[in-house]
T-cell receptor, first 114, second 110 residues
């Protein structure tokens, strides 16, 4: 059983829809992350939250909006996406927010934008 | 230049073979190094951390070469179940620099 759960596992949306991805970690970690994984590309770090405060935003388009209401939950709000945004979105957490420790990933949300 | 680079492969090896992957990193300030395994349509999972002294876990051995800025993963006596994508990661310089390589695809065949 994974300590990081993501919902939904699969999502199909139109370009005008608004949807949200949810991530919950049960590990008592202090940092949470959103990654994007497209086919044949490296994992791309999107956002980092440390103790509920956003500490990194890697030039992600504003159509992706993260929210971290507490240290256990992380959301990624999606609106007016483009077909090239179709990818696997992975949430991760770590005990050490400095980035030196192990990352624990959720199973991912596979997004298809039509 | 990419921060972390891996040969994407694919590496196709028979069962029982020994196979090695390298991963180079460009930021000399990187402090921590890891190998992850990712099965098809699954999330990455930690395979092993890489320490300065090297470390071994069963059939898997990881090494760090700071002078040449690369890490390596050696798999001995390959099993069919070792077929996966292997991702290296260099991190610890700042929050944003949790950088993964592209991944190396390994296929072990009978």
């Amino acid at each position: 059983e994974t300590g990081v759960t993501q919902t939904p596992r699969h999502l199909v949306m139109g370009m005008t829809n608004k949807k949200s991805l949810k991530c919950e970690q049960h590990l008592g970690h202090n940092a949470m992350y959103w990654y994007k994984q497209s086919a044949k590309k490296p994992l791309e770090l999107m956002f980092v939250y440390s103790l509920e405060e956003r500490v990194e935003n890697n030039s992600v388009p504003s159509r992706f909006s993260p929210e971290c209401p507490n240290s256990s939950h992380l959301f990624l709000h999606l609106h007016t996406l483009q077909p090239e945004d179709s990818a696997l979105y992975l949430c991760a957490s770590s005990q050490d927010p400095s980035g030196t420790g192990e990352l624990f990933f959720g199973e991912g949300s596979r997004l298809t934008v039509l | 230049r990419k921060e972390v680079e891996q040969d994407p492969g694919p590496f196709n090896v028979p069962e029982g073979a020994t196979v090695a992957f390298n991963c180079t990193y460009s930021n000399s300030a990187s402090q921590s190094f890891f190998w992850y395994r990712q099965d098809c349509r699954k999330e990455p999972k930690l395979l092993m951390s890489v320490y300065s002294s090297g470390n071994e876990d069963g059939r898997f051995t990881a090494q760090l070469n700071r002078a040449s800025q690369y890490i390596s993963l050696l798999i001995r006596d390959s099993k069919l179940s070792d077929s996966a994508t292997y991702l290296c990661r260099a991190g610890g310089t700042s929050y944003g620099k949790l950088t993964f390589g592209q991944g190396t695809i390994l296929t072990v065949h009978p």
